[in-house]
């Protein structure tokens, strides 16, 4: 009787049988698990990114299922969609041509599915290519890595006005969610885009954002961001203005229940009426807001997002509102520390400088938030210069805006006056008005501000002012 020997080849034939039928087989298994994962990853990434976001359509599939995701957009204006094709793991042999592993839980290649009221133009942009398209990679851990790619446009097409011209470098976004800590991070680059109408040109280059963040404790969203922009210009013929060398940085963070957060905004110039600003600067810092008032004024404004969907008028929804928020702003201010350092703006026309420190003194989160005792407690000091140049230019910025925007009231005899005085003189009497108030105070040609509070005692350029007739008046209230 003799034993059949099973040689080294069959032995290997057979696993080799057995890792495809396992190769066939796990991607259906896998899509059952990864069906369940991904309608978790959309919520967190929701939250995270505070969004509506929402899975329209999910069609499970042998090596691969197809979803439709949906981001609602504020106010009632819709929503965009998404189509997905969501590739089965544990092997996806795509990912080697990237120079990837091909272990992955799955691979997310994804589209914006243009709306049938937007294809017309969207077609005369990018032809027959998608205005986006992007790639996430999920691995076993529930990390999830995506690269987006909207294409460069260089197209011109007539519209009611004219001839319009864009050219555009597109732009490139990365992105990473790291799913034990929720932690987002990411960053949008736009190299440059320029567009030409017969009324108006647009010029931008060297856009970037960078941010990184996760919803904290008091889930509110808590990391830091960076916006550069070497270059933005728009010119209308007889207008322009112009930025340069613009970066924004901002951070929040969270402590017990108060959020802290830090604005530090720098521009190298900025070109506008004629006149050239800069550089300009300023760092802000606001500390000790109650998360706890945070998330009710975001309720507030969910609630008065739900009125304008019911079609309630705007005065309404003001005189229903206005007392709840007012409710909230004593607990949501009274521990806050407010820190303005520097503040300044040098230009061809003079230069502006600015500090502010504002605290509450002897407040803590037992403290009732009392809005006479939080005025007593209130400790401030904001001083302000600037050059008669420069504060001219301000003003006559603002009366034109309040021109333009028909802000002026009264009968029409009185508009038709008001409108009929020339500007300089509405500037000289504004400034004017301002000193005789003791608002401002001049010395050798620079106006001078500088307001205090301490202990209920209100001080406007060294003068004593009743703080609450002062409120009242800015208010529109009777001043006496």
Do not use: C
Request: proline fraction near 4%; charged fraction near 20%; avoid cysteine.
């Amino acid at each position: 009787m003799s034993t059949k020997r099973i040689s080294v080849i069959e032995v290997l034939l057979w696993v080799f049988v057995l890792i495809l039928i396992l190769l066939s087989i796990t991607p259906f298994a896998m899509g059952f698990k990864i069906k369940s994962d991904y309608s978790q990853l959309v919520i967190d990434l929701g939250e995270v990114m505070q969004v509506d976001l929402q899975i329209q359509n999910y069609e499970q599939g042998l090596f691969s299922s197809d979803a439709t995701l949906s981001i609602k957009l504020p106010e009632e204006q819709g929503s965009l969609q998404f189509k997905e094709e969501i590739i089965h793991g544990p092997i996806y042999f795509g990912m080697l041509s990237q120079g990837r592993s091909p272990l992955v839980a799955a691979v997310i290649k994804g589209q914006i599915n243009v709306s049938p009221q937007a294809q017309d133009m969207m077609k005369k942009l990018f032809s027959s290519q998608s205005p986006l398209v992007y790639q996430n990679i999920i691995n076993f851990s529930g990390d999830v890595e995506s690269q987006g790619y909207v294409p460069a446009i260089n197209t011109s097409f007539e519209s009611e006005d004219g001839l319009i011209t864009i050219q555009s470098a597109g732009a490139i976004m990365n992105e990473r969610y790291t799913a034990a800590t929720g932690q987002l991070s990411g960053d949008v680059k736009i190299p440059g885009f320029k567009v030409k109408t017969p009324l108006f040109s647009i010029n931008a280059q060297g856009v970037s954002l960078n941010l990184s963040g996760a919803i904290g404790q008091n889930q509110i969203l808590i990391g830091n961001s960076d916006v550069s922009i070497n270059l933005f210009n728009v010119d209308s013929g007889a207008d322009q203005f112009s930025l340069r060398d613009f970066t924004v940085r901002s951070i929040t963070s969270e402590v017990g229940d108060l959020i802290n957060s830090g604005t530090h905004i720098n521009i190298g110039q900025v070109f506008a009426s004629n006149q050239k600003f800069g550089p300009l600067k300023l760092d802000f810092k606001l500390n000790g807001i109650s998360a706890n008032g945070i998330n009710q004024l975001q309720s507030i404004q969910d609630e008065v997002a739900q009125m304008r969907v019911k079609g309630l008028p705007e005065e309404q929804i003001n005189a229903m509102m206005t007392g709840q928020i007012m409710g909230v702003i004593p607990n949501l201010i009274k521990q806050a520390d407010i820190k303005i350092d520097p503040f300044s703006i040098s230009s061809e026309l003079g230069k502006l400088e600015a500090k502010m420190d504002f605290a509450l003194q002897g407040v803590d989160a037992d403290t009732p938030a009392d809005p006479m005792f939080l005025l007593g407690a209130v400790n401030m000091e904001l001083n302000v210069s600037i050059d008669g140049p420069l504060l001219r230019q301000f003003i006559s910025w603002q009366l034109k805006n309040d021109t333009q925007a028909g802000r002026y009231q009264g009968s029409e005899e009185s508009v038709e006056l008001e409108s009929s005085i020339p500007l300089r003189q509405k500037v000289t009497e504004n400034i004017q008005g301002m000193v005789d108030e003791n608002w401002l105070k001049k010395n050798a040609g620079v106006y001078i501000s500088k307001i205090s509070m301490h202990q209920g005692e209100l001080l406007i350029n060294d003068k004593p002012v009743d703080p609450m007739q002062q409120i009242m008046s800015s208010m529109g209230g009777p001043a006496n």
